[in-house]
């Protein structure tokens, strides 16, 4: 809630200052950046380049629009970039659940609460793998395998303090076991340290390791989601991601955990630029490009916007404080 | 073997096509443009275009992205010979011998020599491409944490070890380069370092802009002390001795070899292009029979660096494709774009993606021959760059550098970074500091710590993982070794050592 009270009161202040025919509509009259919070090539900068590529192909947005990668510190440099350029829509900021997990866990200059959300566009998929030759059949053989011989069986993930390392914390609280986490640079490398038998197992997205999948290197014991994915096209042999059973079906019981993609606009920007966004990216959301990245990068493709966003952020925000407290991950 | 050459020449059928040729032809040409931009670089280059690729077939996309990077290559070298800045990161140890070669007017034998050994080197690599690829990606599977940081202590070790200067001058720059590498946030702690609370630091400083302000700024900080002696230096222009130099190219087939097996080895264990040519230096410095002319304008030590460089660049697409792991920079862009064009690297690609895997390839030979023939005709027009007067062309290099400064990563604060490195730099050559250790730290020296700590969480706390299998220690071994090989030299020739010859002009 904090976050639109804080958008409502820019509004106000800004809207006493102008013309009311000026304050009804907003739109771009200058080149958009799209702030990306990972470096060319991640995940993030994948879905804004998505994005781009949809709006310039359905002409959502009147002006160019570039991509910009502001990923160095984890993507701190991003959001630093973002309230730098207070109240200019011209700049659009895409990120995951780092806009709030970041200031947590390092000493940021920026709030998250300060920022006017636009959209969560997506929810990315986490699930638990292994090497193709493991022993480990479902992920109560892996539960017990841990149980065996605590603190050995080797954790991948991409980042420290991140979602990888978060989700192995529920794992760990919920089996009741402990793991070695091993922070990489990202999913990517995740994937192949995995492939190689350097890790026991990772909680990559399922698009991070479909090459894997399908070339026979590592295979999903289960996802980490309340129900199964839907049924799509058969992804490895016969098998499909809506074959992967849930995690709490095998008796790990992480019933779901999922990873946002996010877009913000930088603080103080007013609420007609917000409302013009929020229509951009809902029409972006309904373009079959945009379909077609979803369903090949496999995430739930559901758009949350306005106030249902900002109650999913605080909900999230507040469960995760709750783990980094307990894990001993926040900064004084 | 046999099957991947049908698979060649079907990939040939694919790549050889008019509009594929113009877009070769393009895309080097832009790639020679933003190479010889210091700052701007292949992964800036490859990140512009990719937004117009999205409305192309893979194949032909690839062939655009590609063609830049290898343009970028060969341009990073230009600048790196004639001004002593590196275009690019992996140009910086061409400069150690190309940039004294131009200044004695030697700067068409240097590019020359230096486009030709990189095409030469280019080719190997995608010789080994063609031929190995299932194996090669096989065996990039087996680096984990242990064997990367081996891999890493190997190009320090080969490269120090194998360096001039004073050891503690040496010592003192790698432990600068250590320290800068370090600013930022910390992939294993996930804590924030050496930030001091600023903003500007969170996202760490870049190499680029240091190298910038090093060797650029510092070294017209020098020339303006010494007189602009810069003009008289190469006066005269002979494309004939654009030939010249072609000819006597086989005669370094030795150097050229060697290079090439550096690059092709730190391409496919991901070491990269940049850790390849100071590798690649360090090595031929030591072996080379005109070792003593090292760092005056030896045109082996231009060989040396830029044929790893483009084998290691070259090599390293093959990890990315069947892997998924970027070996460079510019190929972790070029993975991005995979993945909006609809293809996903990975084992399978080779098998459901054989026009696009084998279209690529065989661009790589083609992209690569035209990319020769296109710098090659730059030559002349570089090489007279040289006789315009310093007060003309010194005003356009600070100009230039800091826009390139401005340009790694749009943040005005670089432009402050490039200017005080500018000054160390200066300071470092004149108290006899080598600046390459420093160069190189700050490019693998995080990525060695990183590994280091992954390796020591896995064996917890026990140094043996580092012998752990025949890969790790063999590569660990044969790191140590080179480290102690300056000690036994000591022993066994005594004289040899007080030499004083390429020892203090070592860059």
Known sequence: MRMTIAALGAALSLAATLPAALAEEWKPTRPVEFVVTSGAGGGTDVFARAVQAAIAKHDLVPTSVVVTNKGGGSGVEGYIYGAAAKADPHKVIFGTNNAWTLPMVVKTSWQTENFVPVAIMAFDEFMLWVKNDSPFKTAADFVAAAKEKPGTLRMGGSQTHDTDQTLTVLVEKAANIQLKYIPYQGGGTVGTQLAGGHIEANTNNPSESLGGWRGGQVRPLCVFRKAPMPEGQKVAGDKGWGDVPTCASQGLNVTEFNMPRTVFLPPGTPPEAQAYWVDVFRRASETPEWKDYVSRTSQNGELVTGDAMVKRINAEEADTRKIFEEAGWLVK | ?507
């Open chain 2, 1 to 507: 073997m046999l099957s991947n050459i049908d698979s060649l020449m079907h990939g040939f059928g694919v790549a050889l096509s008019g509009y594929h040729i113009m877009l070769m032809m393009g895309g080097v040409l832009l790639g020679i443009l933003v190479g010889v931009l210091p700052g701007l670089g292949a992964p800036n280059g490859v990140t512009l275009l990719l937004p117009l690729t999205f409305g192309m077939d893979p194949v032909s996309a690839i062939i655009l992205l590609t063609s830049l990077y290898w343009g970028a290559l060969f341009g990073g070298s230009t600048t790196s010979i004639l001004f002593n800045i590196p275009g690019e990161p992996s140009s910086v140890a061409t400069t150690f011998d190309g940039y004294p070669m131009a200044r004695q007017g030697r700067a068409t034998e240097a590019l020359t020599c230096a486009f030709l050994s990189a095409g030469f080197g280019a080719l190997v690599g995608v010789i080994v491409i063609t031929l190995l690829s299932t194996a090669v990606a096989n065996f990039a599977l087996r680096f984990g944490p242990p064997e990367y940081f081996a891999v890493y202590l190997l190009a320090f070790a080969s490269f120090i070890a194998f360096g001039g200067g004073t050891p503690l001058k040496t010592i003192i720059s790698l432990c600068l380069g250590f320290g800068l590498g370090m600013v930022g946030i910390d992939t294993v702690s996930g804590n924030m370092r050496l930030t001091f609370d600023f903003d500007q630091l969170v996202r760490g400083i870049s190499f680029l802009v240091v190298v910038i302000g090093l060797f650029g700024l510092g070294e017209l900080l020098l020339t303006i002390e010494e007189g602009p002696e810069f003009k008289g230096a190469s006066g005269r222009i002979d494309p004939r001795e654009m030939f010249r130099t072609m000819g006597r190219m086989p005669r370094y087939w030795l150097a050229m070899l060697r290079g090439s097996a550096v690059g092709v080895w730190m391409g496919i264990t991901p070491g990269g292009p940049t850790a390849a040519s100071f590798m690649s230096y360090g090595i031929a410095r030591r072996v080379s029979r005109n070792r003593a002319n090292f760092g005056k304008g030896e045109p082996e030590g231009v060989i040396a660096p830029e044929t790893a460089d483009h084998s290691a660049g070259t090599a390293a697409m093959l990890p990315m494709l069947s892997l998924g792991i970027p070996g460079s920079a510019t190929a972790a862009v070029m993975l991005g774009g995979l993945m909006i064009w609809g293809l996903n690297p990975g084992p399978m690609l080779f098998i459901e993606q054989h026009d696009f895997v084998w279209g690529m390839i065989a661009s790589m030979y083609l992209g690569n021959v035209v990319g020769v023939v296109l710098v090659l005709a730059t030559v002349p027009l570089f090489a007279a760059m040289l006789s315009i007067s310093f007060s003309i062309i010194g005003p356009i290099i600070v100009t230039v550098c800091m826009v390139g400064a401005y340009t790694v990563a749009s943040s005005p604060f670089d432009l402050w970074i490039a200017l005080v490195f500018g000054a160390v730099g200066y300071a470092m050559k004149k108290l006899d500091y080598p600046l390459a250790p420093l160069i190189l730290a700050m490019v693998i020296g995080d990525k060695a710590e990183d590994a280091f700590r992954q390796s020591m969480l896995s064996s917890n706390g026990s140094l043996s993982i580092f012998w752990s299998n025949w890969l790790v220690g063999a590569i660990t071994t044969l790191a140590i070794l080179f480290l102690l090989w300056p000690l036994t030299m000591l022993l066994r020739r005594p004289a040899q050592t007080t030499d004083p010859d390429a020892a203090t002009h070592a860059p």
